[in-house]
């Protein structure tokens, strides 16, 4: 419908309601694939999200324009009533025994010194503060579909942190199967835009070549070589 309003001299009142599904698809198709992205903006998602790290979260919030969250509170959350403390384990940390006991030594550490804190009525406010990165967090995230394709095209990216990038896997599979019309758009700039941005970083990606994207450099540096005039 926002789409249509562009192109229409009446309101949204004088617009015949609803199109086909296969007029809907071509609708978004011509929209989305022209860059005219605003009209997907008033198209909005929500996830529960759970079973992700505080780091992935703290990489997930910064994402801002077009997104809105509510993660579960360490603060209000009295974790020392429960039967277990849930973390994340990086792959490559769970790949080598001793580097893992290494890992989780301080983690069991900061559980039992948690636990005493809490048994001392010390409020959980201040207990929290023995938590690091690997404690697990839930959260309700919200956002408009324009965000999420941006949010796609930096975080499935075979650069993107591990397990943010496996997340946002997740959440594209999941809009792809909801709103396929709009989300067949979503992944990396290698392949919404043929270019990778990522410059010598990028430049051994096995993707790379198989999309035939054009290697660039965002660093202020490049950005200042390519517009240089000829000497």
């Avoid at 559980?111 to 503060?129: G, I, K, M, T």
């Avoid at 999420?148 to 997740?170: K, P």
Wanted: hydrophobic share 40%.
């Amino acid at each position: 419908m926002a789409a249509r309003q562009c192109y229409s001299a009446g309101s949204i009142l004088d617009l015949p309601q609803p199109l086909s599904p296969k007029s809907t698809a071509h609708m978004v198709n011509r929209v989305v694939s022209a860059g005219h992205t605003s009209c997907v903006e008033h198209n909005q998602f929500v996830f529960g999200v759970r079973g992700i790290s505080r780091s992935c979260s703290h990489q997930l919030v910064r994402h801002r324009v077009g997104w809105s969250y509510e993660q579960q509170s360490q603060r209000y959350v009295d974790f020392s009533s429960q039967d277990f403390v849930e973390i994340v384990v990086p792959p490559t940390i769970l790949r080598i025994p001793e580097m893992l006991e290494s890992f989780l030594e301080p983690v069991k550490a900061a559980v039992r010194a948690y636990f005493l804190l809490r048994d001392e009525r010390v409020h959980q406010e201040d207990a929290r503060y023995l938590f690091n990165n690997a404690f697990e967090t839930k959260l309700i995230v919200s956002a408009n579909a324009r965000a999420l394709l941006h949010f796609f095209e930096l975080r499935t990216c075979n650069l993107a942190q591990w397990e943010i990038r496996w997340l946002a896997h997740l959440m594209r599979a999941e809009l792809q199967h909801a709103a396929p019309e709009i989300f067949k758009f979503a992944g990396p700039t290698c392949m919404t835009q043929k270019i990778c941005w990522e410059g010598p970083r990028g430049a051994k990606c096995p993707r790379l070549v198989s999309t035939g994207a054009e290697l660039r450099d965002r660093t202020p540096a490049a950005a200042a070589e390519r517009t240089s005039p000829l000497s």
